[in-house]
T-cell receptor, first 113, second 116 residues
Framework: GENVEQHPSTLSVQEGDSAVIKCTYSDSASNYFPWYKQELGKGPQLIIDIRSNVGEKKDQRIAVTLNKTAKHFSLHITETQPEDSAVYFCAATGDSGYSTLTFGKGTMLLVSP | DAGVIQSPRHEVTEMGQEVTLRCKPISGHDYLFWYRQTMMRGLELLIYFNNNVPIDDSGMPEDRFSAKMPNASFSTLKIQPSEPRDSAVYFC??????????????FGQGTRLTVV
């Protein structure tokens, strides 16, 4: 089955800096890669996703890049703000049959004012 | 839409008691997932349904756990009897399929279960 590795496990940045979280996956058939943000006491929230036919996708201050050859994808947050502090999860899945999401272990991002 | 709704938000129970967690998925979604989250193991998929039919329950830890989805708008996860090691946050999520596979997943707020 699919295996998703995520790093770093924790990331501390100063407000205004950029943050990058990286994930690798094992199943070359995976072609859908969502990212989730989980704030304390809440459920994971889908913030951005990318399909394998696209190399990069951007939504305001967040962007995701995908390298299918290397089987890795990354989340980029620019101009970080304290409210970006949360745990971020990457995930991967295919679209054949009953594919489901496999999650990384999460990255705790702390943005200091 | 109100999103995925779970109840209760918090549950404290004594070891050996039966616990029932409830979930109302987003209307129109044909997939429903039950996850468990702990510090040690992260997010674990317990079971998922497609069109109310259980597809894969290989993540259910043991026979004490059972899940049902009697209709498209309701699902339950039951633990009987409960044990302290079942303490965790349980999430329900729903999604829709495109080309056969899941597209995203929308999570509820979770139920924090404490078994004492």
């Amino acid at each position: 089955g699919e295996n998703v590795e995520q790093h770093p496990s924790t990331l501390s940045v100063q407000e205004g800096d950029s943050a990058v979280i990286k994930c690798t996956y094992s199943d070359s058939a995976s072609n859908y890669f969502p990212w989730y943000k989980q704030e304390l006491g809440k459920g994971p929230q889908l913030i951005i996703d990318i399909r394998s036919n696209v190399g990069e996708k951007k939504d305001q201050r967040i962007a995701v890049t995908l390298n299918k050859t290397a089987k890795h994808f990354s989340l980029h947050i620019t101009e970080t703000q304290p409210e970006d502090s949360a745990v971020y999860f990457c995930a991967a899945t295919g679209d054949s049959g009953y594919s489901t999401l496999t999650f990384g272990k999460g990255t705790m991002l702390l943005v200091s004012p | 839409d109100a999103g995925v709704i779970q109840s209760p938000r918090h549950e404290v129970t004594e070891m050996g008691q039966e616990v029932t967690l409830r979930c109302k998925p987003i209307s129109g979604h044909d997939y429903l997932f039950w996850y468990r989250q702990t510090m040690m193991r992260g997010l674990e998929l317990l079971i998922y349904f497609n069109n109310n039919v259980p597809i894969d329950d290989s993540g259910m830890p043991e026979d004490r756990f059972s899940a049902k989805m009697p209709n498209a708008s309701f699902s339950t996860l039951k633990i009987q009897p409960s044990e302290p090691r079942d303490s965790a946050v349980y999430f329900c999520a729903s999604s829709w399929s495109r080309g056969g596979g899941v597209v995203g997943a929308f999570f509820g707020q979770g139920t924090r279960l404490t078994v004492v």
